[in-house]
């Protein structure tokens, strides 16, 4: 099945879930991806296919016809749909947590949100988001376990492993505020200890080298074309990241938390003090001051990073670069 193809599948399942009431053939062409360029006919003849490749592999779609209504409507039933009560082990939660982040870093998550938006925009109301979180123990709710993958160079270092193409980027030594670019014939993606890697060949060294993702800087430039990268034999990716590059000592940072916000990061905490003008402020244990930054610039203008200098640097970086 094509990537486009698979899009628009995806994106026909999330809208007819998250819609409260059902759908007529052309709100779902004007909502859903891949639909809204085709002419009536060759639209009707897709849709029609779809709905029954989606019946065919157990997806329930209703029709709904209302009798004040010239044309049926569509949806699918939340309770027809969605798997039964499921326990998991430990490292079967752990699988399905990190499939789920890759997904959502993925170019397919951000086709499928385009649906939501467009239903929306047209006044249609939906529920809450769907597949928005998925992780551990699925017992009535949605599976909490997730692996941190908020490096912006993920996804383009993603897409290089899988067309096999040679990237260049800025990189952050550890331990430096130096910045030199690197050209990467990139082996492959790995996470450790909720950290991501990209491990390959360094074309400057002429060696094999890891890179933390948290500290590419700018744009991943691809260069060359698809398939020119060639992964060694027996190569063992978890291998070479498996070696600590840097200083694990934890440190503390002092954050200035809105009052009334940021629960979870109250909870981790190892103290809060009340402070003045609607603000407290919080101890924050941390290891590596970009993870740290990108939590914390995730949470808006509900905190403020008070120190040390080298996380409060981190975070204005982040801040700085999504204002480009």
């Keep these: 099945m094509s990537r486009r193809k698979t899009e628009r599948l995806l994106n026909l399942v999330i809208c007819l879930l998250a819609t409260r009431r059902p759908l007529s053939a052309e709100q779902i062409r004007q909502a859903v991806p891949g639909y809204d360029r085709d002419g009536d006919e060759a639209f009707q003849r897709m849709f029609e296919r779809d709905k029954n490749e989606l019946r065919e592999i157990g997806i329930p779609i209703d029709v709904v016809r209302d009798p004040w209504e010239d ?13 039964p009560e499921i326990t998991l082990e430990p490292d079967e939660a752990a699988v399905l947590g990190l499939a789920a982040q890759v997904w959502q870093r993925a170019s397919l998550a951000e086709a499928a949100s385009g649906a939501l938006l467009k239903l929306r925009a047209g006044g249609v109301a939906t529920d809450r988001p769907v597949g928005a979180s998925m992780g551990g123990s699925m017992s009535g709710g949605a599976l909490e376990l997730r692996v ?8 383009a270092l993603w897409d290089a492993v899988r067309d096999r ?14 910045v030199r670019a ?12 909720g950290r991501w890697y990209v491990a390959g060949f360094d074309r400057d060294r002429q060696a094999p080298r890891v890179f933390r993702l948290s500290r ?6 691809v260069m060359g074309r698809p398939g020119a990268v060639e992964v060694p034999e027996g190569v063992d990716l978890r291998g070479m990241v498996g070696f600590p590059d840097d200083s694990t000592d934890e440190r503390v940072a002092v954050v200035r938390v809105r009052q009334g916000t940021c629960e979870g990061l109250r909870q981790l905490a190892a103290a809060v003090r009340t402070g003045e003008h609607g603000w407290d402020e919080a101890d924050l244990p941390f290891t590596d001051p970009e993870r740290l930054a990108g939590w914390m610039a995730s949470l808006g203008a509900d905190v403020e990073v008070a120190g040390p200098p080298d996380a409060r640097e981190a975070v204005i970086r982040r801040l700085k670069g999504a204002m480009a």
């Design 216 to 221: 590419v800087t700018g744009q991943v430039a």
């Design 165 to 178: 193409r040679v990237v260049r980027f800025d990189y952050r030594s550890a331990g430096s505020e130096s």
């Design 148 to 155: 941190d993958t908020r490096d912006p160079a993920f996804p």
């Design 71 to 83: 044309e049926p409507g569509y949806r699918i039933e939340r309770e027809s749909y969605e798997l």
């Design 182 to 193: 690197r050209t990467v014939e990139p082996w492959g993606v790995v996470s450790r200890n």
